[in-house]
């Protein structure tokens, strides 16, 4: 395969599944969000929604801590 394209590698290509294992999708206050566990708490990684409204949502913006 060849890609003629100005982007990165590791944009094209996915990194090692070990990065993917640590993430999950989980609900918090009826919000989809896709987190990644860091001790007791959640980072969240991505809002899942399709709601637009859940988006401006101060306390599930990607790089944000909740406790579930």
Same mark, same amino acid.
């Given at each position: #395969?060849?890609?003629?394209?100005t982007?990165p590698y590791? =944009?094209?290509? +996915?990194?090692?599944? $070990?990065?993917?294992?640590?993430? #999950?999708?989980?609900e ?5 969000? =896709?987190?990644? +566990?860091?001790?007791? $708490? ?5 809002v899942?929604s399709s ?12 790089g944000e801590?909740?406790t579930n």
């Amino acid at each position: #395969m060849i890609l003629y394209t100005t982007v990165p590698y590791d =944009l094209i290509f +996915q990194s090692d599944a $070990k990065a993917y294992n640590a993430q #999950m999708v989980m609900e918090h206050n009826g919000i989809p969000l =896709l987190v990644q +566990q860091e001790e007791n $708490k959640y980072r969240v990684i991505r809002v899942m929604s399709s709601d637009p409204a859940h988006f401006l949502n101060d306390s599930v913006c990607p790089g944000e801590f909740i406790t579930n």
